[in-house]
C-alpha cells in the first residue's frame, strides 16, 4: 500500500485544511513540550506570523530517563487544541501508548509517532484504526524499508494519511545529536507515494545547524520542515538546547517560503 508501483501519483495529506505532499510544503514548528499557557501564546503567535501551518507541542512525553519531565498529559493536549485554535492552526502532538489513541485524537489535528515508537505495532494498530492523520517519525535505527514497512502496518488497518519524517538516525559522532539522512528523502519519494518531512531539530540538535539542514530537506524535496522553537530555551522543559528563538525562525520561515516558491 505504501509502494510507488501500487500508486504513482503522490499522496497529499489533509491535516483540518492544511495539504502535505504533492508540491504542498507544511511548516510545523512549536515547543518540545506543552508549556505554561502565556509561553505557548507567545510561541503559536510568533511562528504562525512566521508563516508555520501547524503548531506542534508534547503533551506525552517519551523520556530517556523516567524523572525527566514527561508532559503535561490531557492538560497539556486542551492547552494545544486552544492555541491552536486561537490562531487558526491545526495542531499535531504525540501518542506514546495504544491505549491513548482515542484521548490524543479528541485533542489533535495529527497523531506523532515519535522514533522511539516507530515499531511499537500496537501503537500503529491503534493510529491506523483512527481517523486522524499520522506523522511517523523514522526510527533512530531503522533503516527507509522499516520505516516504510512501518507506514504499512497504519496503511493496511485503514488510514490513508500517513506523513513520513526524517528526523536523523544514530551515528558514532557525538558532535551532532544524530546523523542527518536527507538523502531518505528523495529514497522515499521513489519508493513511496506518501509524503516525508524532515526535523532539522531532533536530526541536529543544534540551533546553528537547523536552517542550513531545513533549506537542504527542502532542497532534496521534502514536502515539510518540522523545528522546535521555544522563546526561552535556557528553561525549556525539554530539548531547550536545540530550539531556535521566535526571531530565528522568523528569519528561517521566510527564507523556507522563498526557496519552495523556487521548487
Ligand atoms: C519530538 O518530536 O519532540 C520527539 C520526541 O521526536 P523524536 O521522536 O523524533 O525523538
Ligand atoms: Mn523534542
Redesign the pocket.
Known sequence: LASREAHPDASVVDVSGVKIGGGNVALIAGP??VEEEDRMHRIAESVVSAGANIF?G?AF??RTSPYAFQGLGEEGLRRLRDVGQAYGVPVVT?VTDPRLVELVAEYADML???????QNFALLNEVGASKRPVLL??G?SATVTDLLMCAEYILSKGNPNVVL?E??IKGFDPATRNVYDVAAVPLVHQLSHLPIIV?P??ATGKPDLIPPCAMAGLAAGADGV?V?VHDCPEVAK??GPQALLPEQYDELASQMKSLAELL
Open positions: 518540545c513540550s506542534r508534547g512525553k517519551p504525540e506523532q509517532v515519535g522514533a522511539r515508537n516507530m517519525k523514522r533512530m519524517c528526523r536523523g526535523d531539530s531532533h518540522h522546535e525539554s530539548d
